[in-house]
Nanobody
Framework: QVQFVESGGGLVQPGGSLRLSCVASGSMFRIYPMAWYRQAPGKQRELVATITAGGNTNYVDSVKGRFTISRDNAKNTVYLQMNSLKPEDTAVYYC????????????WGQGTQVTVSS
């Protein structure tokens, strides 16, 4: 199974920015889509942004215009640039292949904590 390692989270004030990174194992990264998810305390994990192998992107309405997903296939890495952060963005952020993520057997990384607070 492909393994994911997320990093880049932290504590930031409202209006601030963070850039998350996710490194995937394996040699097939470039041919599959990737996505960022987040899970806030007491809530279900939600899909935040996706990027296809060809670079097409899509976002949940709550982050449109503030978050940008990108990928570097040479580094097996997907990024999430988060600007104008709000307290409601506080969550643990994960990456995964959106074609695999819904499966009960899907493997997840440890995630990276993002806390937006003054």
């Amino acid at each position: 199974q492909v393994q994911f390692v997320e990093s880049g989270g932290g504590l930031v004030q409202p209006g601030g920015s963070l850039r998350l990174s996710c490194v995937a194992s394996g040699s097939m990264f470039r041919i599959y889509p990737m996505a960022w998810y987040r899970q806030a305390p007491g809530k279900q994990r939600e899909l935040v942004a996706t990027i296809t192998a060809g670079g097409n992107t899509n976002y949940v309405d709550s982050v449109k215009g503030r978050f940008t997903i990108s990928r570097d296939n040479a580094k097996n890495t997907v990024y999430l640039q988060m600007n104008s952060l709000k307290p409601e963005d506080t969550a643990v952020y994960y990456c995964n292949n959106p074609q695999i993520a819904p499966r009960p057997t899907a493997s997840w990384g440890q995630g990276t904590q993002v806390t937006v607070s003054s």
